[in-house]
């Protein structure tokens, strides 16, 4: 036991020492669904690739509905810059269909008060 607390001591302390020479980037305040999103888009992607695909996708589509109702190629257009373009696009399409058939609505902020097992 001795070595996993030295071993969890040398992290916490390497932990600390980044977090004070490197800043961390702010996280922008999002929706949770449009974090939903970016976590799509930033999956095998670097985040500069993810902050222009999300910036394509909202500046392309007037709404979340208006993607869920474009066909993956469509939506693949817009996010050419990341690797397989395709499949993150109806991803991002099959995400928005289950939300909205759940909700009838894009709304998902009152989520993380629900719990976890509704949440889920």
């Given at each position: 036991?001795?070595?996993?607390m030295?071993?969890?001591?040398?992290l916490?302390?390497?932990?600390?020492?980044?977090?004070?020479?490197y800043?961390?980037?702010a996280?922008?305040d999002?929706p949770?669904?449009d974090?939903?999103?970016?976590?799509l888009?930033?999956e095998?992607?670097?985040r500069k690739?993810a902050?222009?695909?999300?910036?394509?996708?909202c500046?392309?589509?007037?709404?979340?509905n208006?993607?869920?109702?474009?066909?993956?190629?469509?939506?693949a257009?817009?996010?050419?810059?990341?690797?397989?373009p395709?499949?993150?696009?109806?991803?991002?399409?099959?995400?928005?269909?289950e939300?909205?058939?759940?909700?009838?609505?894009?709304?998902l902020?009152?989520l993380?008060?629900?719990?976890?097992?509704?949440?889920?």
């Open positions: 036991m001795p070595a996993t030295t071993k969890q001591k040398l916490g302390n390497l932990l600390g020492a980044l977090k004070k020479q800043e961390p980037a996280e922008p999002r949770v669904l974090h939903l999103i970016y976590a888009l930033r095998n992607a670097s690739d902050d222009r695909a999300y910036r394509n996708l500046e392309r589509f007037f709404d979340w208006e993607v869920r109702v474009s066909t993956a190629h469509e939506v257009n817009a996010l050419m810059d990341l690797p397989q395709v499949a993150k696009a109806q991803r991002i399409v099959g995400l928005l269909q939300v909205f058939e759940a909700n009838y609505s894009f709304d902020d009152g993380p008060k629900k719990g976890v097992k509704p949440a889920a």
